[in-house]
């Protein structure tokens, strides 16, 4: 089995709801790391190219990039939690992978004792 790490960032505010408690709005440098994994590399002997998943997770993550979480449409109007944010960058980019080739994880750093990893 082979895999592949890409990481980006990208600065937003959220403010999550914690047990009915409102958090005061706050923002990070969020850091993204996927993982792409795929048993065979192609003719090439890559599994998948850097800058296609790069070019990829840009795109998925252009409206989160400086915007507040809690007030944009594409995070669905969900609790913005580094979960949910895992989330939603594992299933769209999971829509976008081709080939033999599969999203194996997203772990999104808040703060760097905090990161949460979505597992697909």
């Given at each position: ?25 706050h923002s ?42 809690n007030t ?49």
């Open positions: 089995m082979f895999s592949v790490h890409v990481t980006t960032s990208f600065n937003a505010v959220h403010a999550v709801t914690i047990r009915g408690e409102d958090e005061t709005p990070h440098n969020w850091k993204v790391e996927v993982v792409i994994e795929g048993e065979t590399l192609d003719e090439d002997g890559v599994l998948i190219d850097f800058l296609e998943v790069e070019g990829q997770l840009e795109t998925i993550i252009e409206p989160l990039a400086e915007s507040n979480l944009i449409d594409t995070l669905e109007s969900t609790n913005p939690s580094a979960e949910r944010i895992a989330q939603y960058v594992g299933d769209a980019l999971s829509k976008q992978i081709r080939g033999n080739v599969r999203v194996q994880s997203v772990t999104i750093t808040e703060a760097t004792h905090c990161k949460a990893t979505y597992s697909l």
